[in-house]
C-alpha cells in the first residue's frame, strides 16, 4: 500500500512569488491534515479536510494560505503571495476515522521543504 | 488542549531497553495518549496509543500510570534506527488534530 506522498519534496522561491504543495493521501483516507514546521519552533497543526470538506481551518496563519481538496482526493495548499516567514516543513497527513474517537492514527507524508528567499 | 512535559533529550547504548517518560497531570478521562516518533528528514510517524492499560505493538510497549497521570513509553532494544524525536500527545479525537510538543530526543550510541 503507498504512503502519503508530498510533492515537491523541496521548494525555493523568491519573496512575493507562489507555491502550490501537493499532497495525495492513502487511498481511502477521508481525513487529510496539514501541519508545518517553522524553524526551531514546534510542528503545527494548518487544517483539516473530511473528504473535501474544510472541517477545521483554525491553524491557517492568514489569507495568504488557501488549501483546497476538490474531489476529496489530493490536497493543494498555496502560499500566495510568499513571504520569508513562510519558510519551514510543511507535513501532509490522512487517517480513517474510526467510529471511537481517540483511537484514529494518523499517517504523515515526507514533508515539503520550503525556502523563501 | 491538554499538555504533556517530556525531558528534552536522553542517550541509551544500542540493543538497551529504553524508557521514555511522560507526564500528563491534566489528563482528562477521554484523553488517550499517543505516542508518534519522527525520524530525520521524514514525517512524524505513529508509535502506539492507550487509554488505560498497558499496551504493547511490535515498536513498543506503553505502561500507564494507574492514575494516567504519567505514561512511559517503552522500546525493549534501541537500535540506531530509533533514534529520533518522540513525541507524547493527548489525544480526544474530538477535533482530530495532533498538538506536538517539543517532544524528546533520543540519541542510541553503537
Known amino acids: 500500500e503507498a504512503g502519503v506522498t508530498q510533492f515537491p519534496s523541496h521548494s525555493v522561491i523568491e519573496k512575493g512569488q507562489t507555491v502550490t504543495l501537493r499532497c495525495d493521501p492513502i487511498?481511502?483516507?477521508?481525513?487529510l491534515y496539514w501541519y508545518r514546521r517553522v524553524m526551531g519552533k514546534e510542528i503545527k497543526f494548518l487544517l483539516h479536510?473530511?473528504?473535501?470538506?474544510?472541517?477545521?481551518e483554525s491553524g491557517m496563519p492568514n489569507n495568504r494560505f488557501l488549501a483546497e481538496r476538490t474531489g476529496g482526493t489530493y490536497s493543494t495548499l498555496k502560499v500566495q503571495p510568499a513571504e520569508l516567514e513562510d519558510s519551514g516543513v510543511y507535513f501532509c497527513?490522512?487517517?480513517?476515522?474510526?467510529?471511537?474517537?481517540?483511537?484514529?492514527?494518523?499517517?504523515f507524508g515526507p514533508g515539503t521543504r520550503l525556502l523563501v528567499l | 488542549d491538554a499538555k504533556t512535559t517530556q525531558p528534552n533529550s536522553m542517550e541509551s547504548n544500542e540493543e538497551e531497553p529504553v524508557h521514555l517518560p511522560c507526564n500528563h497531570s491534566?489528563?482528562?478521562?477521554?484523553?488517550?495518549i499517543h505516542w508518534y516518533r519522527q525520524l530525520p528528514s521524514q514525517g512524524p510517524e505513529y508509535v502506539i496509543h492507550g487509554l488505560t492499560s498497558n499496551v504493547n505493538n511490535r515498536m513498543a510497549s506503553l505502561a500507564i500510570a494507574e492514575d494516567r497521570k504519567s505514561s512511559t513509553l517503552i522500546l525493549h532494544r534501541a537500535t540506531l534506527r530509533d533514534a529520533a524525536v518522540y513525541y507524547c500527545?493527548?489525544?480526544?479525537?474530538?477535533?482530530?488534530?495532533?498538538?506536538f510538543g517539543k517532544g524528546i530526543t533520543l540519541s542510541v550510541r553503537p
Open positions: 497527513a490522512s487517517s480513517q476515522r474510526f467510529g471511537l474517537a481517540g483511537v484514529e492514527t494518523q499517517y
Open positions: 479536510f473530511v473528504k473535501e470538506s474544510k472541517q477545521d
Open positions: 487511498s481511502g483516507h477521508d481525513n
Open positions: 491534566t489528563i482528562s478521562g477521554t484523553d488517550y
Open positions: 500527545i493527548l489525544y480526544t479525537g474530538a477535533n482530530s488534530k495532533l498538538t
